[in-house]
């Protein structure tokens, strides 16, 4: 069974930065597609960045220019450094794999979401 743990959210003010971190687990799981969604309160859960396997970064409006993915294969961790938070990045931050498999199948998974508040 696959499971997605997130760690690092948290309170920051304005301008500040987090890291988040999250581990996929499962015996020879490993993801073509790590990544990061998150879903304000009363909004849609939406994309903020995603990369492959190979390292291709695939990044939503709000995270341009302001966040950074980045992957470790062999540890099967995916991280997201956000930077210039802003209040309405207020959010909770759900980490996301998905694996391809034979005749294009894909299998999604979700972790439990971590709270990321910024603070004004």
């Known amino acids: 069974q696959v499971q997605l743990v997130e760690s690092g959210g948290g309170l920051v003010q304005a301008g500040g930065s987090l890291r988040l971190s999250c581990s996929a687990s499962g015996s020879g799981f490993s993801a073509t597609v790590m990544g990061w969604y998150r879903q304000a309160s009363g909004k849609k859960r939406e994309l903020v960045v995603t990369?492959?396997?190979?390292?291709?970064?695939t990044y939503g409006d709000s995270a341009k220019g302001r966040f950074t993915i980045s992957r470790d294969n062999a540890q099967n961790t995916v991280y997201l450094q956000m930077s210039g938070l802003k209040p309405e990045d207020t959010a909770v931050y759900y980490c996301?794999?998905?694996?391809?498999?034979?005749?294009?199948?894909?299998?999604?998974?979700w972790g439990q979401g971590t709270q990321v508040t910024v603070s004004s």
């Open positions: 996301y794999a998905r694996k391809i498999g034979s005749f294009g199948r894909f299998y999604d998974y």
């Open positions: 990369i492959t396997s190979s390292g291709t970064p």
